[in-house]
């Protein structure tokens, strides 16, 4: 993928780009809002991952330009610490997403992912998802597993809804959190592992191939049998 | 005498001088205007006075014109008659000035002791000359007189207009020096001292009352942000000292990748909660900084209750409790739906890790929610600090937390206007958590 990096903190910038270039990403830097909108509008790329706060323009800035001209790259905001309120400024700005700093780097890896395989454009009206033998009928309500019928709960659903709509992808302890339960904190209980566990207990039965696996450090992923892992 | 220069006495100045112009002009027309009138009055007077006498003059001639006008002389009318001769002479009656034979009106100038006259002359068929003169003194007299009253009135009024404006003056400049003495002290530090106010609920007053609001809220500011720097001091530097012991030693200590990794996985575990500790107090700050209510919106909060009771039944079920709720529908209010959320949630989970077995969570309209639990509970001297920033109980010391979630909880109630009391759960056992909210 090619991946552009707006970023004018010297340290974070490295540190980002060597990661991602580790994974067989081409990055390119900008360490000003400037350069970055440049670079934006004239070059074609998968993903942009902005800082929020850029000599120059800066980051909600940038994203309503390239808005403005009908780029619809997905975008990554970076953002101070405690910044976490102004999340929805960043996202009516035109953003995909946005992470709090400092992150670990397996988050922002597992939400690159997530963006550059979102389809461009708003989303089709499905009214089933489907992924191997497992099937969601969103207007119904209900989930089999080949021919066996799921009883799920409200927020086991949700659960279940997010990672089919994310199928294959590492999704974050944190992702899950904000994305699901519109937490944007940290709890101090083990409530993602708990609903997970729960989820896995109802749609692996024993004898069957595990559908969610735990990706340690990262956190869960949801895919067909024999795709992946 | 700084109040020399001082508004009040500024704009008395003006009225008074504004006021004395206009007594002055008013002085000249009122003059003006008397003089007309008692002219006329006059004119009136001498022309009916000489008619009387010309028909005199018709029915009995001269001869009897002249007895009449003597008699009337010897009488000393308010008026001036005397017939003169076709050569200028004196036949009857008296002038005090030497009359020159004329016709029509005429008014002779008055010289040293002999007064102003106003004349009326007509000449008699054979020659003679009928003279009726009045005097003019009484009539300047009155019209002075009536001319004089307005700049006496004038002056007083002026002269008044500067006592008063010398007097709201001196009394403006020592209730604005008294709010400015307290505004100094509360520049120079003293962030309690508010601005006196009368108790006359003037314009004053509201414009004081206004800035001790203000000076409320930079007072609450100041302490918050007081509040957040001891607590960093204080708190975050134990964890940020024991990273540092920890960096150190295995620096010193020989290279050993298996001991390396550890080290650097305890290492980032202690900054990550110095991260989430700092995160939460910013959180805290922002919440007590009252900016939040500039996004306030209409929060749902029996969905947002009805799903956080969804989330952590499970969480509960695990960790060997059971939550109970009750949950009253259709409660709304304006507010920060993540910040109340937070709230929510931290109730929960301090219940769900210090509490009992059994959890309660309820929401009352009012509104209020409620967390009980039947666990040991919190000593009621203990309550208070409780609430506090970093507070834990020496039993907790052990359990996941930031010491930050009561505090949260705090700071969330008072950006929705309401309040947070700690209480024994019934029958005295247990802890209930009550967050009471503005609607």
Do not use: C
């Amino acid at each position: 993928m090619r991946i552009l990096l707006i970023e004018d903190d010297e340290t974070t910038a490295g540190y980002i780009a060597k990661g991602l270039r580790e994974e067989g990403h081409v990055v390119d830097h900008a360490s000003n809002g400037r350069d970055g909108m440049f670079l934006a509008m004239s070059e074609p790329f998968d993903v942009i991952v902005t800082d929020r706060m850029l000599p120059g323009p800066d980051g909600l800035s940038i994203i309503r330009a390239i808005r403005l001209a009908e780029i619809a790259t997905p975008v990554l905001m970076l953002t101070a610490l405690g910044d976490v309120e102004k999340r929805v400024e960043g996202l009516e700005a035109g953003a995909d997403d946005y992470l709090g700093k400092p992150f670990a780097f397996a988050e922002l890896r597992a939400r690159i992912r997530a963006l550059a395989r979102r389809p461009s454009g708003p989303p089709a009206e499905q009214s089933v998802l489907g992924l191997g033998e497992l099937r969601m009928d969103l207007l119904q309500r209900t989930v089999t597993r080949g021919a066996r019928k799921l009883d799920l709960l409200p927020t086991e659903w949700r659960l279940l809804e997010f990672l089919m709509r994310h199928p294959g992808e590492v999704i974050t302890r944190t992702m899950l959190l904000e994305k699901v339960w519109d937490f944007s904190f940290d709890p101090t209980t083990n409530v993602v592992d708990v609903h997970v566990s729960r989820l896995r207990r109802k749609l692996d039965l024993p004898g069957e191939a595990p559908m969610i696996r735990t990706v340690r450090g990262a956190g869960y992923a949801l895919s067909a049998p024999g795709t992946e892992g | 005498m700084r109040h020399l220069s001082s508004f009040a006495l500024r704009a008395a100045t003006v009225s008074a001088a504004v006021m004395l112009v206009l007594s002055l002009l008013g002085s000249y027309w009122g003059w003006w205007r008397a003089e007309g009138a008692l002219r006329q009055q006059l004119d009136l007077a001498i022309a009916a006075e000489a008619e009387g006498f010309v028909r005199e003059f018709e029915e009995t001639g001269l001869r009897g014109l002249a007895i009449s006008v003597d008699t009337y002389a010897r009488r000393r009318g308010p008026l001036f008659v005397a017939v003169l001769a076709p050569d200028g002479r004196v036949i009857a009656g008296r002038l005090p000035q030497a009359p020159p034979p004329l016709r029509g009106f005429a008014n002779l100038p008055g010289t040293g002791e002999r007064p102003s006259l106003r004349v009326l002359g007509g000449t008699l068929p054979g020659g003679g000359t009928l003279l009726v003169a009045a005097d003019l003194t009484p009539v300047d007299k009155a019209a002075m007189a009536l001319a004089w009253t307005p700049p006496m009135a004038g002056g007083a009024a002026a002269l008044l207009a500067m006592i008063l404006g010398f007097v709201a003056a001196g009394r403006m400049e020592r209730r604005l020096s008294s709010a400015s003495d307290a505004a100094r002290d509360v520049m120079e530090g003293d962030l309690t001292r508010r601005l006196p106010l009368s108790g006359r609920d003037d314009e004053f007053d509201r414009l004081t009352e206004t800035f001790n609001v203000l000076l409320g809220r930079i007072e609450a500011l100041m302490i918050a942000q007081r509040q957040v720097t001891d607590d960093i001091a204080h708190d975050l530097r134990s964890p940020l000292s024991r990273l540092r012991q920890l960096l150190e030693g295995a620096l010193a200590g020989p290279r050993d990748p298996a001991a390396d990794a550890a080290m650097l996985e305890r290492g980032m575990a202690e900054l990550d909660a110095v991260l989430s500790s700092f995160s939460a107090l910013l959180r805290i700050a922002r919440a007590e900084s009252g900016v939040l209510r500039q996004g306030f919106s209409p929060v749902d909060l029996s969905v947002l209750v009805e799903t956080s009771a969804e989330i952590y039944t499970p969480v509960a079920e695990e960790a060997g409790k059971t939550l109970r709720t009750e949950i009253a529908p259709g409660i709304t209010l304006q507010g920060d739906a993540a910040l109340l959320r937070q709230a929510v949630v931290n109730l929960i989970e301090n219940a769900v890790n210090h509490g009992g077995p059994h959890i309660a969570l309820r929401l009352r309209p009012g509104p209020v929610i409620e967390v009980e639990d039947d666990g040991p509970g919190i000593p009621a001297e203990e309550r208070e600090a409780a609430i506090r920033r970093f507070h834990r109980l020496d039993r907790s010391r052990s359990m996941p937390g930031t010491g930050l979630g009561l505090a949260l909880v705090a700071a969330a109630a008072r950006a929705h206007d309401g309040t947070l009391v700690l209480e024994e759960g019934a029958g005295g056992r247990g802890l209930r958590v009550r967050l009471k909210l503005a609607l």
